[in-house]
């Protein structure tokens, strides 16, 4: 064996038992609920890009829904695949149960076909004598009338167990028709979601095309919206110096906190990754950080929070206890409510009608404003969370 193909089988072996204890580790129904869930979220963009196609103009937006439906898509026939596997386990595991039965079911009936047979042969009460009478002495005539009288209740036994056996084999192999049953139930679903990606894809193709025509007015968009988001970012930063009351050194920010300001912060730190969504509904449909454009060739766009997409109507909520410490306007329909959580900040951008003022306690879930919704069918919020002036990604931050 070559060194070359050593080292190959050893990389292969490594993935493998990287990869099966992941799916060892899932249940049945951790995947299915995992599974609906994606299903909501496909079923929700669907809803969505319902609503933006309703002005008959393609967008970016709508780009955006059916790249995070893609997204969704792919997952959700990986957690299928995983299904299938637990599945073709389950189907292995009764298989080889009912192997097993098969065989001690074979040994069984030998050992009653020989027993039935020496019963048989002693049937009679004149052949039950000559047994008992050919005996040497009393002692192993005795022994024989024991002997007879178990082989009885031998045969009564093994019969019972033949019988529990029978059955149980019959309960395996309805049990194995069911899932081979839900097997296919579930390949043909995988095909189903296959046939559906292929789909979506040729559609995005399209759609992609019929915006790159109108090149021009999207770089144009992309400009407003970075300036935007420039505007925003200059402002928040403003605001969490006049709040805090920084003093920068060498690009160190340093500010005193309350002692209640200090609780509340570290109850926020507590809940990393546990704070509920700042909609009451809705998909991530741009990410933090640096991203290709979504149509625009050779073009990155840079997101300080992220982008949720939501239904027409909806309002954007607190995600912890805090207090507003601004509401500021970036545009006639893009205001921003910034809330501070002791040493961190939550920023709801993107809201035309504010239902909070400075100054105001929050509590979590509470609304804060209606969503605004363009021409153009989309209704997006923009989030962020701060720790002094370091940009956080909601992500990690944010319930899954």
Same mark, same amino acid.
């Not at 595991?93 to 020989?114: G, H, P, Q």
């Given at each position: 064996?070559?060194?070359?193909?050593?080292?190959?089988?050893?990389?292969?072996?490594?993935?493998?038992?990287?990869?099966?204890?992941?799916? @060892? %580790?899932?249940?049945?129904?951790?995947?299915?609920?995992?599974?609906?869930?994606?299903?909501? =979220?496909?079923?929700?963009?669907?809803?969505?890009?319902?609503?933006?196609?309703?002005? $008959?103009?393609?967008?970016?937006?709508?780009?955006?829904?059916?790249?995070?439906?893609?997204?969704?898509?792919?997952?959700?026939? @990986?957690?299928?695949?995983?299904?299938?596997? /637990?599945?073709?386990?389950?189907? +292995?595991?009764? =298989?080889?149960?009912?192997?097993?039965?098969?065989?001690?079911?074979?040994?069984?009936?030998? =050992? &009653?076909?020989?027993?039935?047979?020496?019963?048989?042969?002693?049937?009679?009460? &004149?052949?039950?004598?000559?047994?008992?009478?050919?005996?040497?002495?009393? *002692?192993?005539?005795?022994?024989?009338?024991?002997?007879?009288?178990?082989?009885?209740?031998?045969?009564?036994?093994?019969? $019972?167990?033949?019988?529990?056996?029978?059955?149980?084999?019959?309960?395996?192999? @309805?049990?194995?028709?069911?899932?081979?049953?839900?097997?296919?139930?579930? /390949?043909? $679903?995988?095909?189903?979601?296959?046939?559906?990606?292929?789909?979506?894809?040729?559609?995005?193709?399209?759609?992609? *095309?019929?915006?790159?025509?109108?090149?021009?007015? /999207?770089?144009?968009?992309?400009?407003?919206?970075?300036?935007?988001?420039?505007?925003?970012?200059?402002?928040?930063?403003?605001?969490?110096?006049?709040?805090?009351?920084?003093?920068?050194?060498?690009?160190?920010?340093?500010?005193?906190?309350?002692?209640?300001?200090? %609780?509340?912060?570290? +109850?926020?730190?507590?809940?990393?990754?546990?704070?509920?969504?700042?909609?009451?509904?809705?998909? !991530?449909?741009? *990410?933090?950080?640096?991203?290709?454009?979504? !149509?625009?060739?050779?073009?990155?766009?840079?997101?300080?929070?992220?982008?949720?997409?939501? +239904?027409?109507?909806? #309002?954007?909520?607190?995600?912890? #206890?805090?207090?507003?410490?601004?509401?500021?306007?970036?545009?006639?329909?893009?205001? @921003? !409510?910034?809330?501070?959580?002791?040493?961190?900040? +939550?920023?709801? *951008?993107?809201?035309?009608?504010?239902?909070?003022?400075?100054?105001?306690?929050?509590?979590?879930?509470?609304?804060?404003?209606?969503?605004?919704?363009?021409?153009?069918?989309?209704?997006?919020?923009?989030? =962020?969370?701060?720790?002094?002036?370091?940009?956080?990604?909601?992500?990690?931050?944010?319930?899954?």
């Amino acid at each position: 064996m070559s060194k070359s193909f050593g080292i190959r089988i050893l990389i292969t072996s490594f993935i493998l038992l990287l990869i099966f204890p992941v799916f @060892a %580790q899932q249940s049945k129904g951790d995947l299915e609920k995992k599974r609906k869930k994606i299903e909501d =979220e496909i079923a929700y963009t669907n809803r969505l890009l319902v609503e933006t196609r309703k002005n $008959k103009r393609n967008t970016t937006s709508e780009i955006r829904l059916i790249n995070s439906k893609l997204n969704n898509r792919n997952e959700l026939i @990986a957690v299928l695949k995983k299904e299938v596997y /637990l599945i073709n386990n389950e189907i +292995s595991t009764t =298989e080889n149960s009912i192997n097993n039965l098969n065989n001690d079911l074979t040994l069984l009936k030998d =050992e &009653y076909a020989k027993v039935i047979y020496f019963a048989y042969k002693y049937k009679t009460s &004149y052949n039950k004598l000559i047994y008992l009478f050919s005996a040497e002495d009393l *002692s192993q005539a005795f022994q024989r009338m024991r002997y007879l009288d178990q082989i009885g209740e031998f045969i009564r036994d093994e019969a $019972k167990t033949i019988r529990e056996k029978e059955g149980e084999k019959q309960s395996q192999l @309805a049990l194995l028709k069911e899932k081979k049953k839900e097997k296919n139930l579930i /390949l043909d $679903k995988e095909n189903h979601q296959v046939y559906k990606l292929e789909e979506e894809k040729s559609n995005k193709n399209q759609i992609n *095309s019929k915006i790159l025509a109108q090149e021009k007015g /999207l770089r144009a968009k992309l400009r407003k919206k970075e300036k935007e988001a420039r505007t925003l970012d200059k402002k928040i930063e403003d605001i969490i110096a006049s709040a805090t009351g920084t003093k920068s050194k060498k690009n160190n920010t340093t500010y005193s906190l309350t002692p209640e300001e200090k %609780q509340l912060s570290s +109850s926020f730190v507590s809940n990393k990754g546990k704070l509920p969504w700042p909609t009451a509904r809705g998909i !991530v449909s741009e *990410s933090f950080g640096v991203h290709p454009h979504p !149509v625009l060739r050779n073009v990155k766009t840079k997101n300080n929070g992220v982008n949720i997409a939501t +239904s027409g109507g909806s #309002d954007a909520r607190s995600v912890y #206890d805090g207090k507003v410490v601004s509401v500021t306007t970036i545009t006639n329909n893009n205001k @921003a !409510v910034i809330i501070r959580h002791g040493d961190y900040f +939550s920023v709801y *951008s993107n809201i035309e009608s504010v239902y909070v003022k400075s100054g105001d306690l929050i509590k979590t879930k509470q609304d804060l404003g209606r969503i605004h919704t363009t021409g153009e069918g989309k209704t997006e919020l923009h989030f =962020e969370i701060w720790k002094g002036k370091s940009k956080q990604n909601p992500a990690y931050w944010i319930k899954k």
